[in-house]
């Protein structure tokens, strides 16, 4: 099952994809896609995000692949909708996508092993998880300028139920930056898979409900401009749509 979360007429609903191209909302009405404003399908707690999770993408930013998960974490400013604005902030010089397969947290896990850990997910959605490369300190150190930006990690367009995901370690990831492909990838190619990483969080903290993994991204980075449209998408999850534009434009003003 696929759900997603809309405001229509300035009330929020859970949804579910209709015929062609129109949601159902929980109330039964069926709405135009285009008529909607999406949300992300869910509503964020903890948020862990992967640095370097494939060998590939390690490869291209000239980095040794990590021995352990190279992981931190990310604020609720940061999330946005399918078919929402992300700004690109004015003084930066280089801003990418990355196309990432998100795992939703189902229910409280500590000390998971790892043939046990696909029973605490909840499901899956296509993350986009913008940085801003100029303010890379080093591989194993993201700060919170290059990774939360406000409305820098867009999510959706829908959740997708666990039990129809056969394998999730063998989805296509792909992104297309105004039409033309320029990334890739396949979740086979993660470093560490979705097992190891519940089994690693679980083991030092308490995961929960709404929790939220970002499990990294593939190589094909390219640099993002005001009126980019991005597209990141994943075979049986999703294909989520994202705008760039200018901070002057979002704000009205330079911040």
Known sequence: MKTARVAVDGNIHFATPGAGDTVILATGRTVAADDVVWLPPIEPRTTFALGLNYADHARELAFKAPDEPLVFLKSANTFVGHRAYTVRPADVQYMHYECELAVVIGRRARHVPKEQAYDYVRGYM????????????????????????????????????????????????????????????????????????IAYLSGFMTLDAGDMILTGTPQGLADTQPGDEVVTQIDGIGRLVNTIVAERHYYGCDQ
């Open 126 to 197: 296509v993350a986009n998880d913008y940085a801003v490369r100029d303010y890379l300190e080093n591989y194993y150190r993201p700060n919170l300028r290059v990774k939360n930006r406000d409305t820098c990690t867009p999510l959706g367009p829908w959740l997708v139920d666990r039990d129809d995901v056969p394998d999730p370690m063998n989805l296509t990831l792909r992104t297309f930056v105004n039409g033309q492909q320029t990334q890739q990838g396949n979740t086979r190619d993660m470093i560490f898979d979705i097992p190891t990483l």
